[in-house]
């Protein structure tokens, strides 16, 4: 690819970033102050994902579809609350994290989707290999994840049931990633949670449900990985995405014969 066009894509990916901004300040520009921070944290978010989330696939699908939408809807009841534009202007700064955070800028690959250099394969037994890169990661957004559900927790009702909603969802989540052990019991024990989830949801406890996800999503995180000993940074079992070992295939001889009566003239 020449260095023209990729210039022309870098410069395409710019107008996609400016687009959202031009947005925010468009339609929220009667609160530009409010609109702007929530966009901008909106756009940190979506640009870590993409360029610091993404080394571990497990903390990269956590922190994607699911906990987006709990930090949506959490915005939501804040603006509710509160009167300020927090969704919008959030969505739209993550739209433009996104792109900033999946695409080069500089160099002569400016305008390409990004790609790390040494990016982590399958050991020999299947499993995705460790490390304090992963586990820094995962722990991270564990963190975040239990602080936004604790934050929810105090916002708005900081009652019992509220914080059992957390602690069980935590639990829940370790739970999920610890205790199947075959494919029916994994399928069954990752339907159950969703289901729960919007069972609250449509019995009205939306902050119930937001604080129960939240949990949910950070158990994920903290018991789906080990945390001490030589194998600090791994994936656990059962759900480690764990493949089938690679074997090498022997070739078949082409000229079996051949390979035969070259033996027999080698032992004479």
């Known amino acids: 690819m020449s260095a023209t066009k990729w210039n022309v894509e870098r410069n395409l990916r710019a107008g996609m970033v400016l687009l959202p901004a031009g947005m925010c300040v468009l339609y929220f520009g009667q609160a ?109 957004s564990a963190l975040l994840l239990l602080g936004l559900g604790t934050a929810l927790f105090l916002l708005a009702s900081p009652t019992i049931g509220v914080g059992a909603c957390l602690v069980g969802g935590v639990l829940a989540g370790c739970a999920l990633m610890r205790w199947p052990k075959t494919p029916e019991q994994r399928f069954l024990a990752s339907l159950a949670l969703p289901v729960l989830f919007l069972v609250l949801l449509l019995a009205g406890q939306t902050v119930f449900g937001l604080v129960f996800g939240f949990g949910v999503s950070a158990g994920v995180l903290i018991g789906g990985r080990f945390w001490t000993g030589p ?13 089938p070992r690679r074997q090498k295939k022997r070739r078949p001889n082409p000229r079996p014969e051949a390979a035969k009566k070259a033996g027999k003239t080698a032992a004479r």
Request: no cysteine; hydrophobic share 50%.
């Open 32 to 140: 530009l102050a409010e609109a702007l921070a929530f966009f901008l944290l909106g756009a940190i978010y979506g640009a870590l994902l993409y360029r610091v989330v993404n080394l571990s696939q497990r903390a990269f699908m956590v922190m994607g579809a699911p906990a987006f939408l709990l930090i949506l809807g959490s915005l939501i009841l804040l603006q509710q609350d509160v009167g300020i534009p927090a969704a919008g202007p959030w969505i739209l700064g993550f739209i433009a994290g996104g792109i900033m955070g999946g695409y080069v800028w500089l160099g002569p690959r400016a305008g390409a989707e990004f790609r790390r250099k040494n990016p982590r394969r399958r050991n020999a037994e299947g499993s995705y290999p460790g490390g304090w890169q992963p586990a820094a990661v995962n722990a991270v």
């Open 231 to 243: 194998r600090f940074g791994e994936p656990r079992p059962p759900m480690s995405g764990q493949g």
